[in-house]
């Protein structure tokens, strides 16, 4: 790939170059694989970053100078990745939260922990849940307003316990700057203020209406100096007791109240339910990666998150079924590198939906998840590309024993944020946290969004003939997640070489696979590779990020046989990159994230 046609590319992404939007395409806003997690809000080109010793990339300047200056005291990436959180509550509600969930990939320098802070699905649900009385499915809106979709909180606990193994810090030290900017305030941005105008669902809580919109029922001004004393009350409470103070007591009676009382509709979370929640430590999922095309050949060792996350699976599945393809030797301005990219993708996700959900419900196949990533099985699904595109793929067959269980049918999947740090020990991580749809459940408790993460099962629970979806609700279990935190290895020294992720729902996947392939394989700065425009398939149509392709580009995949929808695709990739002399970084202008460090 020639330097100068990223270059162009970045350029493009500044002032927006392509061609807009072909007349005469098909609607996208009925599609429910198109709808997006968040809406767009004004870009803001980012020139990327550059340090020796430490660096926190977040999707938020003031979370991402929270996590700094804990880094400048001492602290770890773990402590870092606390107080940063902690301040996107406050300042990015609508993504993530303490009211949600959160996946985090941890490398102390010799050993790889993910630590899984996924939701729950209360003790009280059932298989049944989102269908109406008469059989049929719920609408998303119907299932996501309200008590019925929120499930049990993980994000705080599963904090708790990453910072007993890693932090440095004492706990309370990490809730100062998120209490002190809830108590004093922080200056409404252009984005909060864009996404609280278009939400529909969010004034019906009288809590969230009071706190978000003026008098008149409009959101708050850009500028605005929001307070929030009800989660700093929250906050100071978690800073003294732990996680304890969320599960138990007052505070979490007040959110069981709130989710089972809900007028128009109610959800089955306990007390109990809150009570009994445990983070679990999990061995990563990695794969080995060496990109065909770079010379001299660099190998790299590829960890992300294991299922309920399908994110590290289709990743590695994409990479992996490119490598068999003339794709490692086609440059991105060629749109056959993306219809062999959209012909993979199509394959990943036909084995997401059929095989992946919580591993201690749903068993892998042929008994461990490495089936679905061995290199004879891609290169079997690589195989299955033609000069025209399949349009929808059919999930493959890892295990010789088959699989009983239906695929999951397509549905919406919503946001997410995503932290990348590096410390001055040697530690390192990625963490992407949830409340999945924009403002969660648009229920409020104490000054914090609850999450609507039970709307990630199925909601139709079998196929027509009985068979069970893999991914459908169950009483405890985790629902499937596209969340991918990455941490990418030299495979040969073991030495740090990238964390990165991103927020999107199901387009995380893409939005990840691009950052790691134009990275390892172009060998594109942090931000370069973040600039790239966004495209993906879930299995349907190919998607290309609006007004980033020319029309030329677009006919020649249309030639090819692609369905192609050009949308709005608001990536929010954060990554950091490890070289001999130092730091670099790169935050997605497509929201408001920031590098920072030393």
């Known amino acids: 790939m020639k330097p100068l046609l990223f270059v162009l590319s970045a350029v493009c992404f500044v002032v927006g170059c392509a061609s807009p939007p072909l007349a005469g395409r098909p609607p996208v806003t009925d599609a429910v694989e198109l709808r997006q997690p968040e809406g767009s809000s004004r870009v803001t080109p980012q020139t990327g ?5 430490f660096a926190v990339a977040t999707a938020h300047p003031l979370a991402s100078e929270a996590g700094r200056a804990i880094l400048e005291a001492g602290g770890s990436a773990v402590d870092a990745a606390i107080a940063a959180q902690m301040v996107l509550t406050l300042v990015e509600p609508q993504s993530s939260g303490i009211g949600g969930g959160a996946f985090l ?3 102390d320098g010799r050993e790889t922990v993910a630590f899984d802070g996924r939701e729950t699905a209360p003790a009280e649900v059932d298989e049944a849940l989102f269908l109406k009385r008469d059989g049929k499915v719920m609408s998303f809106t119907e299932a996501v307003v309200g008590g019925r979709a929120v499930g049990v909180p993980g994000t705080v606990r599963m904090l708790e316990m990453a910072h007993a193994s890693y932090g440095k810090l004492p706990w309370p030290t990490l809730f100062e700057a998120a209490i002190r900017l809830a108590d004093e305030g922080f200056p409404v941005g252009e984005r909060l203020h864009t996404l609280l105008g278009k939400d529909p669902h969010l004034r019906l809580d009288p809590s969230a209406a009071a706190y978000f919109y003026d008098q008149d029922g409009q959101a708050r001004a850009v500028g605005t100096l929001l307070r929030n004393p009800s989660l700093a009350t929250v ?5 003294r007791e732990g996680s304890a103070a969320l599960h138990t007591g007052d505070i979490a009676q007040a959110i069981v109240d709130r989710v089972r009382q809900h007028p128009q509709n109610p959800g089955r979370l306990t007390m109990a339910d809150l009570a009994a929640y445990q983070a679990k430590r999990r061995a990563p999922l990695c794969s080995d990666y060496t990109p065909k095309a770079v010379a001299p050949a660099r190998n790299y060792r590829l960890c992300g998150f294991p299922p309920p996350s399908s994110g590290a699976i289709a990743i590695a599945q994409i990479l992996g079924i490119l490598n068999d393809t003339p794709a490692p030797f086609l440059p991105f301005d060629d749109p056959l590198w993306l219809h062999y990219y959209s012909e993979a993708s199509r394959l990943a996700f036909a084995d997401r939906a ?12 042929g008994g461990h998840w490495q089936t679905l990533i061995e290199r004879d099985y891609l290169a079997a699904r690589a195989r299955l590309i033609g000069p025209q595109s399949m349009k929808v793929a059919a999930p493959g067959s890892p295990s010789p024993l088959g699989s009983s269980r239906a695929p999951m049918p397509e549905q919406v999947e919503y946001g997410t944020s995503h932290i990348s740090i590096v410390d001055a020990y040697g530690n390192a991580l990625a963490m992407t946290s949830t409340i999945e749809d924009a403002f969660g459940a648009r229920v409020m408790v104490r000054g914090f969004l609850l999450n609507n993460e039970l709307t990630d099962f199925s909601f139709t629970p079998t196929d027509a003939g009985g068979a069970p979806v893999a991914n459908r609700v169950e009483p405890g279990k985790r629902p499937r997640s596209s ?3 990455t941490l990418v290895f030299d495979q040969a020294s073991g030495e740090l070489v990238l964390s990165g992720g991103s927020p999107g729902g199901a387009l995380i996947i893409h939005y990840t696979a691009k950052l790691l392939y134009a990275m390892l394989n172009w060998e594109l700065a942090p931000q370069s590779a973040i600039d790239l425009p966004n495209f993906g398939s879930l299995n349907g149509p190919t998607l290309l990020e609006e007004r980033r392709f020319s029309k030329s580009f677009v006919d020649a995949l249309q030639t090819r046989g692609h369905e192609v929808r050009e949308v709005g695709m608001s990536s929010g990739l954060q990554a950091i990159r490890k070289g001999d002399d130092g730091y670099t970084g790169g935050a997605d202008g497509r929201r408001e994230g920031r590098v920072m460090g030393r």
Request: cysteine-free.
């Open 49 to 53: 970053w550059r340090g020796r010793e």
């Open 105 to 107: 990939l941890h490398h």
């Open 235 to 239: 906050l100071r409470r978690i800073a």
């Open 354 to 365: 059929q095989y992946v959900a919580d591993p201690d419900f749903v068993a892998a196949p």
């Open 483 to 485: 969340m991918s935190p």
